[in-house]
């Protein structure tokens, strides 16, 4: 999640303020939560991991042990009094459902643990980030879901969700799709500064 550096930089932030929550699903846009929690530790952020049911996959449990070992705290439960998340973190992340349900291929938003975050998600007063779909939205057609992401992260191309977001940043981190694939699917590249991975758009 390096787009921190940008939404949220560093220096405008309090010691305090410099924390994080990032909750993460069941699924491939949990395990995608797990790496942003991971980099937003590596930009001197404080980031805290909500990853109620963890995936029995190989890489995915590698991810977990990674921020074990880098020290990021894991919460043993969601607070259920949302202001209590409102004063200790300055912004949420959002990595619970993603593309893979919206895509209708991977569960259901009334499932749990998701239907409980997601029941929180909707009440927080901090700034949502949301990882490439937010949560409970569907990819394509439809209209946008109860979830109001202030910012909004798509991953190697937005996805039609995207033209309903109506927070204050959209990024895109695609710098890692191959030339082949960008032609094959009309991916239109997007103008990366310097070395970075995120693209605002």
């Known amino acids: 999640c390096p787009l921190s550096p940008q939404a949220f930089p560093l220096p405008s932030l309090s010691r305090r303020r410099r924390s994080l929550l990032v909750l993460c699903g069941p699924a491939q846009t949990g395990a995608i939560g797990l790496v942003c929690a991971r980099h937003l530790r590596c930009f001197d952020y404080e ?15 590698d991810f977990t042990t990674q921020c074990e070992k880098m020290d990021i705290p894991f919460l043993s ?10 004063d ?5 992340v959002d990595a619970v459902l993603g593309t893979e349900v919206a895509l209708g291929t991977e569960g259901t938003e009334g499932t749990e643990p ?18 490439d779909v937010p949560s ?45 694939l960008r032609r094959k699917f009309g991916i ?6 310097d070395s970075d991975c995120v693209a605002a758009l």
């Open 88 to 92: 200790a973190y300055s912004a949420v």
């Open 114 to 131: 998701c239907a409980a975050i997601l029941a929180t998600l909707r009440h927080v007063r901090v700034p949502i980030v949301s990882l």
């Open 188 to 193: 239109g590249a997007a103008e990366y500064r």
């Open 136 to 180: 409970g939205w569907t990819a394509a057609a439809g209209g946008a879901g109860d979830i109001r992401p202030a910012v909004l992260v798509s991953l190697a191309a937005p996805k039609e969700a995207a033209r309903r977001f109506q927070g204050r940043r959209h990024f895109l981190a695609g710098r890692f799709v191959p030339e082949e």
């Open 47 to 61: 980031p805290t991991i909500f990853y109620p049911q963890r995936s029995p996959d190989p890489l995915i449990r």
């Open 77 to 86: 439960y969601l607070p259920a009094e949302v202001q209590l998340i409102d």
